[in-house]
């Protein structure tokens, strides 16, 4: 049994026309039929150009977004049929990072509430000194300084921001991160930091990634294997290494191609 199992997984999302009188004229089929089969503490990265179904997959997958049919199987247990009281509480096993952590990360919030209230939703007790001495514990292993716990995010740069935004994901002790373009919106000098950052907490913690971006060349970078993605089907799937060297379908040869040629050869 696989951590995560993705079945014939379908996200359709109907069109519809007209000011009035709304009448469905068809379906955006966002994601449409993903088999996916992801191990305990692998990094997956998902690739694939904008618009092709990505964010949808990883929504479907916290269900976010209902799933039009499949199945979404974590540890056995196939969350498309839970109860929404029980997602709820499955959910605090899954985090999500974002591209924008400005937008995620609430401006009147300080570090320390932010991150306290990341922490109560697994240890709704915690106060005081302990509560106190886990912030400064999870800051410590982003790379902030504790001496920082009582700002709010615009005194930060984007690349601490995004930190601040990946010690919030990590505080409930999740079991599986979902991280969507999350340097997407980042300086390139700072992008490898976060990548690095990203790849060292997924090791130390034992945890499982589905790291999504457009760009190859940064999902490479941090992934174990990769899956392809075009219009809403993974077109191809394999360790990084062999997509990178030995691309099987046109739409990941383009990808590769486009990858500026300086990178290719480092
Ligand atoms: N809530 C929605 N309603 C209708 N169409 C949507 C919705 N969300 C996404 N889509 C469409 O689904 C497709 C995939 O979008 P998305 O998952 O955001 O792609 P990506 O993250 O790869 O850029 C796009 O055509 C998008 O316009
Ligand atoms: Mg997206």
Redesign the pocket.
């Known amino acids: 049994m696989s951590f995560l199992e993705l079945i014939d997984l379908k996200t359709h999302?109907p069109?519809k026309k007209g000011l009035i009188f709304r009448k469905q004229v068809g379906m955006?089929k966002?994601?449409d039929g993903v088999n996916l089969a992801i191990e305990k503490g692998e990094i997956l990265g998902l690739v694939?150009?904008?618009?092709?179904?990505?964010?949808?997959?990883s929504?479907t997958v916290m269900q976010l977004?209902p799933a039009t049919s499949g199945s979404v199987i974590l540890e056995g247990k196939d969350l498309t049929r839970t109860s929404a009281h029980n997602v709820r509480s499955q959910r605090i096993n899954f985090q999500m990072i974002f591209q924008d952590p400005y937008a995620s990360l609430n401006p009147r919030m300080t570090v320390y509430t932010t991150l306290a209230e990341a922490l109560r939703t697994r240890y709704p007790a915690l106060t005081g000194d302990e509560l106190t001495r886990r912030i400064s514990e999870i800051m410590e292993r982003v790379g902030l300084d504790r001496r920082f716990m009582r700002k709010y995010p615009h005194e930060f740069s984007g690349g601490q921001r995004q930190r601040i935004a990946i010690a919030r994901a990590l505080a409930p002790e999740p079991k599986l991160i979902l991280a969507?373009e999350p340097v997407s919106a980042l300086d390139v000098s700072i992008q490898s930091q976060i990548l690095n950052l990203l790849k060292q907490l997924v090791r130390e913690l034992g945890l499982t990634m589905i790291f999504?971006s457009?760009d190859l060349s940064v999902v490479r970078y941090i992934s174990d294997r990769i899956a392809v993605?075009y219009f809403?089907k993974i077109v191809e799937l394999g360790p990084a290494e062999e997509v990178m060297d030995h691309p099987q379908h046109d739409y990941t040869k383009t990808l590769i191609a486009s990858i500026p040629k300086i990178e290719k050869r480092g």
């Open positions: 999302f069109v955006v966002a994601v694939g150009e904008s618009g092709c179904g990505k964010s949808t997959l929504r977004i969507d999504i457009h993605m809403g």
